[in-house]
């Protein structure tokens, strides 16, 4: 169970290290199951998977999909995709665009207020693949407006603040249809991280299962051990299987490093377990 970790970004999309160096991080935290899910991007599985083989591992293909539901967004994660399927990648390539589109705005609400220079050092920071708010944070960092992450988010880049702007991502079905057509499962990600309620959860797990999602994050490292709980019970109630994910970004970037996440409740039935390729690794 410990081997496995099914959420992680690399510097193709928000994270610090190349898809080759994370591998590498995640073999010496003792990870041998490991999917690759950059932000609206598969850029970096095949380097990835490349290392994984020579590291004795098994990468997972994989992509986090950007969803607005109800005027909220959400992240979908897609597992054993194929990230060559054209729909796939022509719904990424769309996401990655109007990311640019949303960086200008950013840009111009910071100007607003007196920071100069967002977008360039952001897109200085930026990968050649996508733009983030996450490469906004660490310019903002950087020029001292903020002391860290979880502050500068608090205070410029989310709902209210002067960074903050409106987007429209991908709809939910279609993050779960280009999902599926390209042979993928859709998992919900990090859902504690949403600002739902009980009653919006159930709404957004009814609506993903009938759309063919087939599992949920239920331990995330962004999740306390209440959340975890929370989820597994949910997991079971609405039939998904459960899958689990470290989010890791970096050193010193993310909830908390590969190899320390918790084991998936019992009961919970891992979103790998019908995978004949992994269940070696994963024992």
């Given amino acids: 169970?410990?081997?496995v970790d099914l959420h992680a970004h690399s510097r193709i999309?928000?994270?610090q290290l190349a898809p080759r160096e994370l591998v590498r991080h995640a073999a010496a935290r003792g990870v041998r199951v490991l999917a690759l899910t950059d932000h609206d991007d598969v850029a970096g599985v095949a380097e990835a998977r490349e290392e994984a083989s020579c590291q004795g591992m098994h990468l997972v293909s994989g992509v986090e999909i950007s969803v607005t539901w109800r005027g909220r967004t959400i992240h979908v994660v897609g597992l054993r995709i194929d990230e060559t399927h054209p729909v796939l990648q022509a719904g990424l390539a769309r996401l990655r665009a109007s990311r640019v589109e949303?960086?200008?705005r950013i840009a111009q609400e910071l100007e607003r207020i007196g920071i100069s220079g967002s977008l360039e050092g952001a897109m200085a920071l930026a990968s050649e693949h996508i733009i983030s708010r996450t490469h906004f944070a660490r310019f903002l960092i950087e020029q001292?407006?903020?002391?860290d992450m979880r502050g500068v988010f608090r205070k410029y880049l989310?709902?209210?603040?002067?960074?903050?702007?409106?987007?429209?991502?991908?709809g939910l079905d279609e993050a779960?249809?280009?999902?599926?057509?390209?042979?993928?499962?859709?998992?919900?990600?990090h859902p504690g991280r949403?600002?739902?309620?009980?009653?919006?959860?159930?709404?957004?797990?009814?609506?993903f299962l009938e759309l063919g999602g087939c599992a949920v994050e239920v331990v995330s490292g962004s999740h306390s051990q209440d959340e975890i709980l929370r989820f597994a019970q949910l997991a079971r109630e609405f039939g998904f299987k459960a899958s689990r994910g470290s989010d890791y970004h970096g050193p010193g970037h993310g909830y908390v490093d590969m190899g320390r996440l918790a084991a998936l409740p019992p009961g919970c039935v891992p979103?790998?377990?019908d995978w004949p390729e992994v269940l070696p690794a994963a024992a």
Avoid: C, N, T
């Fill in 271 to 273: 979103v790998w377990h």
């Fill in 102 to 104: 949303r960086a200008r």
């Fill in 176 to 189: 779960v249809a280009w999902i599926q057509g390209a042979g993928g499962v859709a998992v919900i990600a």
């Fill in 144 to 147: 001292g407006h903020a002391a």
């Fill in 13 to 15: 999309s928000d994270g």
């Fill in 158 to 170: 989310v709902k209210g603040k002067p960074g903050y702007v409106e987007h429209i991502w991908a």
């Fill in 1 to 3: 169970m410990f081997s």
């Fill in 194 to 207: 949403y600002d739902l309620g009980p009653r919006l959860m159930r709404e957004l797990f009814a609506e």
